[in-house]
């Protein structure tokens, strides 16, 4: 069994690294970096945070994050606080993971195709025998996008939509910011001019009063997101969490609520 909090502080305290050093590098506050050395996860804002903090730490002392990763999901996979494991590191899982979500998937497929034949028996016992045309169908495609900048290879935002079919009204992404630290945010309109005036610009902090974080105003054309410093905020976007890389300063939500790395 892999000593999560003992290899990273020996490998930070081999090479000589200060907490603090390590923390101004890695964009990560040093009792979060504590925290993960002390194996107090408790302490971190929530599992996604955890192995995000793991895989960013891990890289910058010349780890292998994804074993550490690995030992978390092992260790810490039943703690009260477990959200959804493929959120932030779709990429990669162990092979017995993989074999347990393919089981999983294979379940709930035959469930629901029993659950759908038994509801199409019920209506067809019940249709009125005289209705001949059937009621049209509604054209919608549903689309889930990844989106994974080469210039961050920690950075992966996973959304889900159902894209309106050519009549409906244009979709508007719903996005709240939650800060990690105290961080400056100009949000624009995507696609406006920088000399546009922003749609949202203030000083964030952490708050506790707002557990869910800022909501940014509405916006049919997305949003573009200026901070002043990377690895500040995550982003929920249609209730989904998307954890910028530590590198990443701009942002755009399309309003169907895709996510990337603006290069600058």
Do not use: C
Not at 20 to 45: G, M, V
Not at 245 to 264: F, I
Request: glycine share 6%; proline share 8%.
């Amino acid at each position: 069994m892999l000593d999560i909090g003992a290899t990273l502080k020996t490998a930070r305290e081999h090479q000589g690294i200060a907490l603090d050093d390590a923390a101004e590098a890695t964009k990560i506050r040093a009792s979060y970096l504590a925290a993960l050395e002390e194996e107090a996860f408790e302490q971190l804002p929530g599992p996604t945070y955890a192995r995000g903090f793991l895989r960013s730490y891990g890289e910058y002392l010349g780890l292998d994050p994804q074993d550490l990763i690995d030992e978390f999901n092992v260790r810490f996979a039943a703690a009260p606080w477990e959200v959804d494991d493929d959120i932030m590191f779709p990429r990669r899982r162990s092979a017995r993971a993989g074999r347990r979500g393919r089981e999983s998937s294979i379940a709930v497929v035959a469930v629901v195709g029993i659950v759908a034949v038994a509801v199409l028996v019920v209506i067809a016992s019940t249709y009125p025998s005289a209705r001949s045309t059937p009621a049209p169908a509604v054209d919608a495609t549903t689309v889930i996008t990844i989106t994974e900048e080469a210039v961050n290879p920690v950075a992966t935002a996973v959304t889900a939509q159902t894209a309106p079919d050519s009549t409906s009204a244009a979709a508007q992404a719903v996005v709240y910011v939650k800060p990690l630290d105290q961080t400056t945010l100009t949000v624009r309109a995507l696609g406006a001019a920088e000399t546009a005036t922003p749609l949202f610009q203030e000083e964030l902090s952490p708050e506790p009063s707002r557990p869910d974080g800022v909501r940014l105003p509405k916006s049919a054309s997305g949003y573009l997101i200026r901070l002043d410093r990377p690895g500040t905020i995550t982003l929920v976007v249609n209730g989904s969490p998307v954890v910028p890389g530590p590198t990443d300063t701009l942002l755009s939500v399309d309003p169907n609520g895709r996510v990337a790395a603006v290069p600058e």
